[in-house]
């Protein structure tokens, strides 16, 4: 009974969240609107850590996992399982994919072929993720990590690294020089 409960409970909280807490103000205009959508948020998703930020306009599947102190940028889409770190900081209009289409067989089209199967995305912590950055299934942004805006990211990106591009590629490291 009380996995029925919580299954209703977290169905409620998400088709509030889509109807009401997407269109509230944003952030900047008002801190409240933001603590209503992060409340709504910490009641559907599978894992939701503390002072979180989710901008209006964000859409993010269920089975993301979102750490203390991170945030989800203004128009964000965010589809399938993703984990993003403590202290991420998301620009507007990111797209996450943890899948793609299949494509494999060439004697059906490829929009009768399905879907692949998901891999997730992996966000270290204090990640700094610019505007409109596209990230590819199954990638894993490291520690301390800055992406430029308007990335695409296809290959998985180490520690410290600051990466910009299409295909995004390592522009120097943040930890260079330093002890």
């Given at each position: 009974?009380?996995?029925?409960?919580?299954?209703?409970?977290?169905?409620?909280?998400?088709?509030?969240?889509?109807k009401?807490?997407?269109?509230?103000?944003?952030?900047?205009?008002?801190?409240?609107?933001?603590?209503?959508?992060?409340?709504?948020?910490?009641?559907?998703?599978?894992?939701?850590?503390?002072?979180?930020?989710?901008?209006?306009g964000?859409?993010?599947?269920?089975?993301i996992?979102?750490g203390?102190?991170?945030?989800?940028?203004?128009?964000?889409?965010?589809?399938?399982?993703?984990?993003?770190?403590?202290?991420?900081?998301?620009?507007?209009?990111?797209?996450?994919?943890?899948?793609?289409?299949?494509?494999?067989?060439?004697?059906?089209?490829?929009?009768?072929?399905?879907?692949?199967?998901?891999?997730?995305?992996?966000?270290?912590?204090?990640?700094?993720?610019?505007?409109r950055?596209?990230?590819?299934?199954?990638?894993k942004?490291?520690?301390?990590?800055?992406?430029?805006?308007?990335?695409?990211?296809?290959?998985?990106?180490?520690?410290?690294?600051?990466?910009?591009?299409?295909?995004?590629?390592?522009i120097?490291?943040?930890?260079e020089?330093?002890?």
């Amino acid at each position: 009974m009380k996995k029925i409960f919580t299954k209703v409970k977290r169905s409620f909280f998400r088709r509030l969240y889509f109807k009401v807490g997407i269109k509230l103000p944003s952030s900047v205009q008002s801190p409240r609107a933001q603590k209503i959508r992060g409340w709504m948020t910490s009641k559907f998703v599978e894992k939701c850590g503390s002072n979180i930020n989710i901008e209006r306009g964000a859409k993010f599947n269920p089975t993301i996992h979102i750490g203390n102190n991170s945030g989800i940028g203004v128009n964000c889409y965010i589809s399938g399982r993703t984990y993003i770190g403590n202290d991420v900081m998301m620009g507007p209009e990111c797209i996450l994919y943890s899948y793609s289409h299949a494509h494999d067989r060439l004697d059906i089209p490829m929009s009768e072929q399905g879907f692949e199967e998901e891999t997730p995305i992996h966000i270290g912590d204090d990640v700094w993720i610019g505007a409109r950055v596209i990230m590819l299934p199954g990638v894993k942004i490291g520690n301390h990590v800055i992406i430029g805006a308007g990335s695409i990211v296809t290959k998985d990106i180490p520690d410290y690294a600051i990466v910009g591009g299409s295909p995004a590629k390592i522009i120097r490291m943040r930890n260079e020089g330093r002890p």
